[in-house]
């Protein structure tokens, strides 16, 4: 069974213990990829750290809703060093979230536009956390990202019309463990509805941790649980599915290589990982 956890936090302090041992791990348990989003500033080297040092493990940056008033801190040429790194292959998370509203929401709005504009000029595939936030997410998406939109709405948490909406401007959705708890009817209806190429699979780690596992600390190997609930729902095989998200992965933020050559480099974007 061949696996990936397509969104997850190792670089947080959590995991400053035996993060080597989970990955270690997760390389056991089948998982042929992982993906870091570092969603603060102060994040961003140790996902450069991580991603270094494993060859499955590549990464993202941005600045998550939550901490939107550090984009005013971040420079653009910063950003476009650190994006030059070939194992970050995506911006995110970034977004809106209206439930918690940690940063207020005019602050939330100008970053998120800010970072999309970014995303769209260096060619980048986007990572979206969108929370009570629907529909001005899909208006931003629109207004600063545009035509040819490429992306993933991570840890998807609206219902069946709006993954129709999201599908339908070119974006994957991430299935998170939520999915295995008890009254999940909506995320079931989504997952369902979701055609298997354009499915992903995250775990979010350390949160969101999926049945048998809830309450404790989320880790990237507990994605089989969330696999074989979807494999469930969809009445499939999980190896079949594993394969097809697998393939997901890399066509989103891998563009679609190979592992044989993804030590090479492109043009354009210097990454032949896009």
């Not at 590549?58 to 971040?74: C, D, M, T, Y």
């Not at 354009?198 to 596992?213: C, G, I, R």
């Amino acid at each position: 069974m061949v696996l990936v956890d397509s969104h997850c936090h190792l670089e947080l302090e959590e995991f400053d213990r035996d993060r080597d041992e989970i990955l270690l791990e997760s390389k056991r348990e089948g998982l042929a990829y992982i993906l870091i989003c570092g969603t603060e500033k102060r994040y961003f080297d140790k996902v450069l750290e991580i991603t270094n040092k494993y060859d499955f493990v590549f990464g993202a940056l941005g600045i998550h809703p939550h901490s939107s008033i550090e984009w005013k801190n971040v420079s653009p040429a910063h950003l476009k060093k650190l994006f030059a790194h070939e194992k970050i292959v995506a911006y995110g998370e970034i977004g809106l979230d209206f439930y918690k509203n940690y940063s207020p929401p005019d602050i939330q709005r100008d970053a998120f536009a800010s970072q999309l504009k970014f995303a769209k000029e260096n060619g980048l595939p986007i990572i979206v956390h969108s929370r009570s936030a629907e529909t001005e997410t899909i208006e931003f998406l629109d207004l600063y990202y545009g035509e040819g939109q490429k992306g993933v709405i991570h840890c998807f948490s609206y219902d069946k019309d709006a993954a129709k909406k999201f599908l339908d401007r070119g974006f994957f959705i991430s299935i998170p463990g939520t999915v295995t708890y008890k009254n999940s009817t909506k995320i079931v209806e989504v997952v369902k509805y979701l055609p298997i190429d354009s499915l992903l699979v995250e775990t979010d780690a350390p949160f969101l941790a999926p049945y048998p596992k809830v309450g404790e600390r989320n880790l990237p190997y507990y994605v089989k649980y969330t696999f074989q609930r979807i494999a469930e729902i969809k009445g499939i095989g999980v190896d079949l599915l594993g394969e097809s998200v697998v393939n997901n992965f890399k066509r989103l933020f891998l563009g679609g290589i190979n592992e044989a050559s993804s030590n090479s480099r492109g043009h354009d974007s210097g990454k032949s990982y896009r």
